[in-house]
């Protein structure tokens, strides 16, 4: 019996047939005989054909997600058999091509130096295969425009381009062999680090450009047939560069624009206690760490060279005010407004310094189903608004595949600021938002509770478990043990459109549940 979605045109995704995709995972099948045929090469000598087939494979490799994504085949199993055709192609072809050309040679030079050679090799091996088992995990939570990291197919790039750069060259000095072996720890390094490069994911193949533009196209193919090691090997070593280099802009441009701001509240500062002092007015001074983490417990503040006054009393009120909007309980006593005002002026974490406004929540404050995502994205800090965009507009039609409309549901997030360039939240900032988002279900008041994405999951459960196994049971969260169902995060639905069923199930889940809470509650089993 197929279980059909209310009447709002949304029609659950039928079951797939067993089977693979031909089309995709031919080119995948292309990336896997590509490095194989690389390490053969490495190992006959012939170091610049399996250079060749490095660049070819990472061609292959480009091709197949993109195939997949175009004509709507993507599959669990393309999504594992890209990973383990990249870790061969991307991680042992380079290291044994590298391992091959040069210890080899660099042995001569004594035991040692051949020794550090086949670690450096390893070395670069074992953090593709960190950088990959790190993408999969965060597949579906992270910001489709960038990589955390250097991709692996760069980073073989790098490493095989200059091997068969010096190749070309007939290099075979101990100096350039020391540079490979280096050129191999470094770009294995760049691979397990957080700089961010861009990924091209989200360019548009139809977007128009002006005609001047095409006349790069045969001019980048005429400068790449001209020279291929050398070319190829600049043009990925330059984008290797660009992650570092970029964090590096970044903080210095930051730093600019926050020291000037600094500088002037200090001034302000310093001459707003000259004139409480030349009043007679207490000057007190904020605490460094809030109330509930003082162990001293006394308070924290510095005289003027007058007694109290009115201006005292004032000024302890404020600072009594400050305390009480820092203490982690005040959250429980706030009504929407005063707590829709608390968010707005919130600075318990750095983020406040860094988000154009918050993210308070939006929809039915009466609502009996409640929707929680992890942050908010670029696009949400904009508008002050949860869930918009086309994740937003995907979230809405789970919503009216429930029979329900947006406006019936209330929706919030873990965290009411955006984390800077869309990284996953930190503990301490989750733990500092938790009071604001514990107050909002408990003024809802919601049936049920759904958990959108994996690191909305996790933190509302407090737990490290895979959402893969958060997925079809019943959780609690809160003093009140609010009812709670784990589902994707729209934006992974996006990306992986053959994960939908999954989410239909989770749909499915929560209506039931919905259903008998409510018969629960109206005859009395639930307050």
Same mark, same amino acid.
């Given at each position: 019996?197929?279980?059909?979605?209310?009447?709002?045109?949304?029609?659950? &995704?039928?079951?797939?047939?067993? $089977?693979?995709?031909?089309?995709?995972?031919?080119?995948?099948?292309?990336?896997?005989?590509?490095?194989?045929?690389?390490?053969?090469?490495?190992?006959?000598?012939?170091?610049?054909?399996?250079?060749?087939?490095?660049?070819?494979?990472?061609?292959?490799?480009?091709?197949?997600?993109?195939?997949?994504?175009?004509?709507?085949?993507?599959?669990?199993?393309?999504?594992?058999?890209?990973?383990?055709?990249?870790?061969?192609?991307?991680?042992?072809? &380079?290291?044994?091509?590298?391992?091959?050309? =040069?210890?080899?040679?660099?042995?001569?030079?004594?035991?040692?130096?051949?020794?550090?050679?086949?670690?450096?090799?390893?070395?670069?091996?074992?953090?593709?295969? %960190?950088?990959?088992?790190?993408?999969?995990?965060?597949?579906?939570?992270?910001?489709?425009?960038?990589?955390?990291?250097?991709?692996?197919?760069?980073?073989?790039?790098?490493?095989?381009?200059?091997?068969?750069?010096?190749?070309?060259?007939?290099?075979?000095?101990? #100096?350039?062999?020391?540079?490979?072996?280096?050129?191999?720890?470094?770009?294995?390094?760049?691979?397990?680090?957080?700089?961010?490069?861009?990924?091209?994911?989200?360019?548009?193949?139809?977007?128009?450009?002006?005609?001047?533009?095409?006349?790069?196209? +045969?001019?980048?193919?005429?400068?790449?047939?001209?020279?291929? +090691?050398?070319?190829?090997?600049?043009?990925?070593?330059?984008?290797?560069?660009? *992650? &570092? /280099?970029?964090?590096? @802009?970044?903080?210095?441009?930051? !730093?600019?624009?926050?020291?000037?701001?600094?500088?002037?509240?200090?001034?302000?500062?310093?001459?707003?206690?000259?004139? /409480?002092?030349?009043?007679?007015?207490?000057?007190?001074?904020?605490?460094?760490?809030?109330?509930?983490?003082?162990?001293?417990?006394?308070?924290?503040?510095?005289?003027?060279?007058?007694?109290?006054?009115?201006?005292?009393?004032? =000024? *302890?009120?404020?600072?009594?005010?400050?305390?009480?909007?820092?203490?982690?309980?005040?959250?429980?006593?706030?009504?929407?407004?005063?707590?829709?005002?608390?968010?707005?002026?919130?600075?318990?974490?750095?983020?406040?310094?860094?988000?154009?406004?918050?993210?308070? !929540?939006?929809?039915?404050?009466?609502?009996?189903?409640?929707?929680?995502?992890?942050?908010?994205?670029?696009?949400?800090?904009?508008?002050?608004?949860?869930?918009?965009?086309?994740?937003?507009?995907?979230?809405?039609?789970?919503? #009216?595949?429930?029979?329900?409309?947006?406006?019936?549901?209330? %929706?919030?997030?873990?965290?009411?600021?955006?984390?800077?360039?869309?990284?996953?939240?930190?503990?301490?900032?989750?733990?500092?938002?938790?009071?604001?988002?514990?107050?909002?279900?408990?003024?809802?008041?919601?049936?049920?509770? %759904?958990?959108?994405?994996?690191?909305?999951?996790?933190?509302?459960?407090?737990?490290?478990?895979?959402?893969?196994?958060?997925?079809?049971?019943?959780?609690?969260? $809160?003093?009140?043990? @609010?009812?709670?169902?784990?589902?994707?995060? +729209?934006?992974?639905?996006?990306?992986?459109?053959?994960?939908?069923?999954?989410?239909?199930?989770?749909?499915?889940?929560?209506?039931?549940?919905? =259903?008998?809470?409510?018969?629960?509650?109206?005859?009395?089993?639930?307050?």
């Amino acid at each position: 019996m197929t279980t059909e979605s209310p009447a709002t045109g949304v029609v659950p &995704p039928r079951p797939r047939s067993r $089977g693979v995709y031909l089309l995709p995972n031919l080119f995948t099948t292309a990336v896997l005989f590509s490095g194989f045929y690389a390490i053969v090469a490495a190992t006959d000598g012939n170091f610049d054909r399996a250079g060749m087939a490095i660049f070819i494979a990472m061609v292959c490799d480009g091709l197949d997600g993109r195939i997949a994504r175009w004509t709507n085949t993507q599959s669990d199993f393309g999504a594992q058999f890209d990973s383990l055709s990249d870790m061969v192609a991307f991680g042992l072809a &380079p290291a044994v091509v590298a391992y091959q050309w =040069g210890v080899a040679r660099i042995a001569e030079y004594g035991f040692l130096w051949g020794r550090l050679g086949w670690i450096a090799t390893f070395f670069y091996a074992a953090c593709v295969a %960190i950088r990959l088992a790190r993408f999969n995990t965060k597949v579906d939570t992270a910001d489709k425009r960038f990589f955390e990291g250097l991709p692996s197919p760069s980073g073989a790039a790098v490493l095989a381009g200059f091997v068969w750069m010096l190749e070309s060259l007939q290099r075979e000095g101990l #100096r350039d062999l020391i540079l490979a072996f280096a050129v191999a720890l470094i770009a294995g390094s760049l691979m397990v680090s957080r700089f961010r490069y861009l990924s091209g994911k989200d360019l548009d193949p139809r977007m128009r450009i002006p005609v001047a533009f095409t006349v790069l196209v +045969p001019l980048g193919f005429v400068l790449v047939g001209s020279s291929p +090691p050398e070319m190829l090997f600049a043009l990925f070593a330059v984008y290797a560069s660009s *992650g &570092p /280099l970029w964090w590096a @802009w970044r903080r210095l441009r930051r !730093g600019r624009r926050t020291r000037p701001k600094r500088e002037a509240e200090r001034m302000v500062d310093a001459r707003q206690a000259a004139y /409480l002092q030349a009043l007679g007015v207490d000057v007190y001074v904020p605490r460094s760490s809030p109330p509930w983490q003082d162990e001293g417990g006394g308070e924290q503040r510095g005289r003027g060279a007058g007694g109290g006054g009115a201006g005292g009393r004032a =000024g *302890g009120a404020l600072a009594r005010t400050d305390e009480k909007a820092l203490h982690p309980d005040i959250a429980a006593n706030l009504g929407w407004d005063e707590l829709r005002a608390a968010v707005a002026g919130c600075q318990l974490c750095d983020l406040h310094a860094t988000r154009t406004q918050t993210v308070f !929540g939006v929809g039915n404050r009466q609502a009996r189903w409640m929707f929680i995502g992890e942050a908010p994205g670029a696009e949400e800090d904009r508008q002050g608004e949860p869930f918009v965009g086309r994740a937003g507009q995907l979230l809405t039609s789970m919503i #009216r595949a429930l029979g329900l409309r947006r406006e019936d549901v209330f %929706i919030a997030n873990v965290l009411k600021c955006r984390p800077p360039d869309n990284r996953d939240p930190k503990p301490g900032e989750v733990a500092r938002c938790r009071r604001y988002l514990e107050r909002q279900v408990a003024l809802v008041n919601p049936t049920l509770v %759904i958990a959108v994405g994996r690191i909305a999951a996790q933190n509302l459960l407090a737990t490290e478990t895979p959402i893969a196994k958060l997925r079809g049971k019943v959780h609690s969260f $809160g003093a009140q043990a @609010w009812p709670v169902v784990v589902t994707y995060h +729209p934006a992974y639905l996006l990306r992986s459109p053959g994960e939908k069923r999954k989410s239909w199930q989770d749909l499915l889940h929560a209506r039931q549940l919905f =259903g008998r809470l409510e018969q629960e509650s109206a005859c009395g089993g639930r307050a």
